[in-house]
């Protein structure tokens, strides 16, 4: 195993198991003590962990904003249900805006791979849309590399000489009163204007996302179409949701 891999692979068990000791992780990757002691160093150092004494814990999202790499291993199999009912919503000929995300990639994972054009403020997810038969357009602009998400004013010079048929949209909170917000002031401004251009909005976000409240608000609830989700909504965000006309689909996870 690599060490890039190995990091990752501990990333998402300390993720996942809510936190784990530097033992067990050695027995289960199967590396000395001393190697897993380093790799929590330097992931600490990415703000990817914390730790803990005699092992680690997830990083705390408070007043932060986790990265990709961390976000890409949270809630995996709940990303992967939403996107492959997401996808659905793509019809032949249609211009599709992916949004820069975990999610959004897994949408795009799940995408047809040929029969409409796609554009996207995420390299990454424009080399994955890349691999079918359909033109992928890139907004260009200054790359976060904390969210690998292209901002800044030549992105939003693109998005605001083109239009979409449908938006494929992420958030990092969800809120019945504040509605949709992010950490990051430009990523709200890019993000602000792919749904003005979108003709439909399909936010695609995991429960974890529910009720939680950001930095930057960039869209009400009245401004999506469709929320496909893995889980029921909590009671005051169902109800600001319906009074919005918002279609909500739930898409629970199989064994």
Do not use: W
């Not at 995408?111 to 390299?123: L, Q, R």
């Not at 930095?215 to 965000?237: G, W």
């Amino acid at each position: 195993m690599l060490p890039a891999e190995r990091k990752r692979t501990i990333v998402q068990l300390v993720t996942e198991r809510d936190g784990c000791s530097v033992s067990v992780l050695a027995d289960e990757l199967e590396f000395s003590k001393a190697t897993i002691r380093r790799d929590l160093r330097d992931l600490e150092e990415e703000g990817r962990i914390e730790r803990s004494h005699g092992g680690a814990v997830p990083a705390s999202s408070v007043g932060t904003e986790r990265s990709y790499d961390q976000r890409e291993v949270e809630h995996l199999e709940a990303k992967r249900a939403i996107a492959a009912r997401a996808s659905e919503e793509i019809r032949e000929g249609e211009v599709v805006f992916f949004d820069a995300g975990t999610t959004t990639m897994e949408v795009a994972r799940a995408a047809p791979d040929e029969g409409y054009v796609a554009a996207t403020n995420m390299p990454e997810l424009a080399t994955e849309l890349s691999d079918g038969e359909i033109d992928v357009k890139l907004t260009g602009g200054t790359l976060r590399a904390r969210t690998r998400a292209l901002v800044g004013s030549t992105a939003e010079a693109f998005l605001d000489r083109t239009n979409f048929d449908l938006l494929f949209l992420g958030t990092n909170a969800l809120d019945a009163t504040v509605g949709l917000s992010t950490p990051n002031e430009a990523e709200a401004a890019v993000k602000r204007q792919m749904v003005e251009r979108a003709g439909r909005v399909v936010l695609v976000a995991d429960s974890s996302k529910f009720g939680e409240r950001s930095f930057v608000s960039f869209a009400d609830l009245s401004d999506v179409d469709m929320l496909v989700t893995d889980e029921a909504l909590p009671a005051a965000l169902a109800e600001a949701v319906s009074e919005a006309d918002v279609d909500v689909v739930v898409e629970g996870i199989t064994a």
